[in-house]
């Protein structure tokens, strides 16, 4: 998963050299976490959300197969 979202990330922003994707998992959730620059920020959250909502909908899809929850964060 983490793959999966920082080639979206870097699709998305101005500066992929500054995007930082991070995974912590347990026994039954995975949490990925994005980091990207304070310009690009507004690019990958975009308007009321919409473009966070479709990258952790694309993952949740791609996280199907697995039997783990899996939830997308993005930090400042």
């Known amino acids: 998963m983490k793959e999966l979202v920082k080639t979206i990330a870097c699709a998305l922003v101005d500066h992929p050299e500054e995007v930082y994707v991070t995974e912590e ?34 993952v949740k899809a ?8 899996v939830t997308v964060e993005i930090v400042q």
């Open 25 to 58: 998992e347990n026994e039954t959730s995975l949490v990925v976490s994005l980091k990207v620059s304070t310009e690009d920020m507004g690019k990958v959250i975009g308007k009321q959300g919409r473009i966070a909502k479709a990258i952790r909908t694309v």
């Open 62 to 69: 791609a996280s199907a197969k697995d039997e783990k929850k």
